[in-house]
């Protein structure tokens, strides 16, 4: 059996009265991500980390952030593709372990239905995701609100 690892990292900029969608759901703020597709940061990570063990490239690769295509696009479809994509190489999931990186609103309260989602999404167990959540201390720009990062690891086998 081939056992591989991999990782994502993404930021995103939070502006003013924007929708705020993080992981494939929306997350009640005065603030939200602003990006080419709909800015889910914590599903813009596992496609990268999954795309990443698999050794295929990134999903700005895949899913170009020129391309009028994926302009407000929701992410939950390019994240289906990627399944698609390392399926097709006969890649399972093992699992995932993420962190999201914001400081304004708590996340915690949203994590069961952010895990329902993406699970539903990738047709796996809600217990192979692990959703975290942190603030920087109010230090930097997720400290000051300017943004939102994440980070995400998988395994994957087959
Ligand atoms: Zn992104």
Request: hydrophobic share 40%.
């Amino acid at each position: 059996m081939k056992i591989r690892t991999g990782l994502g990292y993404d930021v995103h900029q939070l502006v003013d009265g924007k929708d705020f969608w993080l992981g494939g759901i929306k997350v009640e703020h005065s603030k939200g991500a602003v990006g080419h597709s709909d800015a889910d940061v914590l599903i813009h990570v596992i496609c990268d980390a999954l795309l990443g063990a698999a050794n295929m490239r990134d999903i700005g690769y895949h899913f170009s952030d020129t391309d009028p295509a994926f302009k407000g696009i929701d992410s939950k479809i390019l994240l289906k593709d990627v399944m698609k994509l390392i399926g097709n190489e006969g890649w399972k999931i093992g699992n995932i372990d993420s962190t999201i990186c914001l400081q304004r609103p708590k996340i915690n309260p949203y994590i069961p239905e952010m895990k329902k989602c993406l699970a539903q999404v990738m047709g796996i167990d809600e217990e192979d995701i692990s959703i975290k959540a942190t603030t920087t201390e109010k230090l930097g720009f997720v400290g000051k609100e300017e943004g939102v990062a994440a980070f995400a690891t998988v395994l994957i086998t087959k």
